[in-house]
C-alpha cells in the first residue's frame, strides 16, 4: 500500500516541502511512499483535514493560511501545537489524527546545526515581528531557556497578545521606537517578519547597540543573505540565515510518517537553494 503524505496550503506552488520529502524517500529509498501538494481553499480546509485518512493519506503538513484552521478541525494535539494553537504537520497515531508543530525545533534546530556551540540561555533574545513565526520562536526560545524574550513589533498590540497568548513568563514588549534598548545587552536578535524578503523593504534599525557576540538569524532566506545579515556580518556578528529552519522543520514530520529520522545534509541545502534560484 503506498504511504501517501501531502502538504495543504493556499496557494501551495510555493511550497518546498514536496522537494524536501521526496529527496528524502529517495535517499533513504523508502518503499511506496509519495509526497504531494494540494491546493485547499480556506473554505474547504477543515473538512479536507479531517478527511485525511479517507483520502488515503497517512499525514500532511500545513501551511499558509491554513495552520489555525488545522488545530480547529483536530481534536488530538501535541503540547507545542496546543500551545501555539497552530498545527503545521499532523500524524496518524493509534487514537487517530494528532496535530503537531515543529516550526520552533526547527528554528532551534537551525541555529545549533550552524552556529556551534550556541545556547539560548546565554542571555536576552529580541524578536522583531509577532506573527505566527514569532510565536512558534518565541515558545522554543523560552523552552530552550531563554531567560528573557524581548518583542519589538509594528503593532505593539499584537507583541502584547502574543506575549499573554503563550503566558511567556519574561517577556518584554518595546515600541519600533525604543529597538535600541531592546537591543542592549541581547545575546540573540531574529527577525520574524516579512521585511527583507526580494521585493520587500530591509529591516531599519540601527545595529550598533547590539553586543557584538549577539547572534543575529533571519527567518527570511530568499534571498539567503538579508540586508539585516549582511550588515550584521560586517559589523562583527555571527549570522545564521533561515533556510535551515525549512529544512530542520521538516524532519519530526518525516520520521513520524516513514519511521526513519532524515539528515538535513549540504546536499539538501543545494537542492532548495537551486529550486530557489529558478524562481
Ligand atoms: P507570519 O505568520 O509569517 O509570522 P504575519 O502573521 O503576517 O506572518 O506577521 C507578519 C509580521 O511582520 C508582523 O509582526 C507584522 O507587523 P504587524 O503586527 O504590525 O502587522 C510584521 N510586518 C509586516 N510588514 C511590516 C512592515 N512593513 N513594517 C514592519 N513590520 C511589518
Same mark, same amino acid.
Given at each position: 500500500?503506498?504511504?501517501?503524505?501531502?502538504?495543504?496550503?493556499?496557494?501551495?506552488?510555493?511550497?518546498?516541502?514536496?522537494?524536501?520529502?521526496?529527496?528524502?524517500?529517495?535517499? *533513504?529509498?523508502?518503499?511506496?511512499?509519495? *509526497?504531494?501538494?494540494?491546493?485547499?481553499?480556506?473554505?474547504?480546509?477543515?473538512?479536507?483535514?479531517?478527511?485525511?485518512?479517507? !483520502?488515503?493519506?497517512?499525514?500532511?503538513?500545513?501551511?499558509?493560511?491554513?495552520?489555525?484552521?488545522?488545530?480547529?478541525? !483536530?481534536?488530538?494535539?501535541?503540547?507545542?501545537?496546543?500551545?501555539?494553537?497552530?498545527?503545521?504537520?499532523?500524524?496518524?497515531?493509534?487514537?487517530?489524527?494528532?496535530? %503537531?508543530?515543529?516550526?520552533?525545533?526547527?528554528?532551534?534546530?537551525?541555529?545549533?546545526?550552524?552556529?556551534?556551540?550556541?545556547?539560548?540561555?546565554?542571555?536576552?533574545?529580541?524578536?522583531?515581528?509577532? @506573527?505566527?513565526?514569532?510565536?512558534?520562536?518565541?515558545?522554543?526560545?523560552?523552552?530552550?531557556?531563554?531567560?528573557?524574550?524581548?518583542?519589538?513589533?509594528?503593532?505593539?498590540?499584537?507583541?502584547?497578545?502574543?506575549?499573554?497568548?503563550?503566558?511567556?513568563?519574561?517577556?518584554?514588549?518595546?515600541?519600533?521606537?525604543?529597538?535600541?534598548?531592546?537591543?542592549?545587552?541581547?545575546?540573540?536578535?531574529?527577525?520574524?517578519?516579512?521585511?527583507?524578503?526580494?521585493?520587500?523593504?530591509?529591516?531599519?534599525?540601527?545595529?550598533?547597540?547590539?553586543?557584538?557576540?549577539?547572534?543575529?538569524?533571519?527567518?527570511?532566506?530568499?534571498?539567503?543573505?538579508?540586508?539585516?545579515?549582511? %550588515?550584521?556580518?560586517?559589523?562583527?556578528?555571527?549570522?545564521?540565515? @533561515?533556510? @535551515?529552519?525549512?529544512?530542520?522543520?521538516?524532519?519530526?514530520?518525516?520520521?513520524?510518517?516513514?519511521?526513519? %529520522?532524515?539528515?538535513?545534509?549540504?546536499?539538501?541545502?543545494?537542492?532548495? !537553494?537551486?529550486?530557489?534560484?529558478?524562481?
Amino acid at each position: 500500500m503506498t504511504r501517501k503524505v501531502c502538504v495543504i496550503g493556499w496557494p501551495v506552488t510555493h511550497s518546498r516541502s514536496p522537494l524536501i520529502h521526496n529527496h528524502w524517500i529517495a535517499e *533513504y529509498r523508502i518503499p511506496d511512499a509519495r *509526497y504531494e501538494p494540494m491546493a485547499v481553499k480556506p473554505e474547504d480546509a477543515a473538512a479536507t483535514i479531517r478527511d485525511l485518512p479517507k !483520502l488515503g493519506f497517512v499525514g500532511a503538513n500545513v501551511t499558509v493560511p491554513h495552520k489555525e484552521t488545522a488545530f480547529a478541525a !483536530l481534536d488530538r494535539h501535541d503540547a507545542v501545537a496546543r500551545r501555539l494553537k497552530a498545527v503545521n504537520t499532523i500524524v496518524t497515531t493509534a487514537k487517530g489524527l494528532e496535530g %503537531r508543530n515543529t516550526d520552533g525545533y526547527g528554528f532551534i534546530a537551525n541555529l545549533k546545526d550552524r552556529a556551534a556551540g550556541w545556547k539560548a540561555s546565554r542571555g536576552p533574545a529580541v524578536l522583531l515581528g509577532a @506573527g505566527g513565526a514569532a510565536r512558534a520562536i518565541a515558545a522554543a526560545l523560552e523552552d530552550e531557556g531563554a531567560p528573557e524574550i524581548r518583542i519589538v513589533n509594528r503593532t505593539p498590540a499584537r507583541a502584547e497578545a502574543l506575549a499573554a497568548d503563550l503566558g511567556l513568563k519574561a517577556a518584554r514588549i518595546f515600541a519600533e521606537t525604543d529597538v535600541a534598548s531592546a537591543l542592549d545587552g541581547a545575546a540573540l536578535l531574529v527577525n520574524t517578519t516579512t521585511l527583507g524578503m526580494k521585493g520587500e523593504s530591509d529591516v531599519d534599525l540601527d545595529l550598533a547597540p547590539l553586543p557584538k557576540d549577539a547572534l543575529v538569524s533571519d527567518i527570511v532566506y530568499t534571498p539567503l543573505e538579508t540586508g539585516l545579515l549582511c %550588515r550584521a556580518r560586517e559589523a562583527g556578528h555571527e549570522i545564521v540565515d @533561515g533556510l @535551515g529552519m525549512l529544512l530542520h522543520q521538516a524532519v519530526p514530520g518525516f520520521e513520524a510518517w516513514f519511521g526513519v %529520522r532524515p539528515e538535513v545534509t549540504e546536499q539538501l541545502r543545494k537542492l532548495v !537553494l537551486a529550486d530557489i534560484a529558478k524562481h
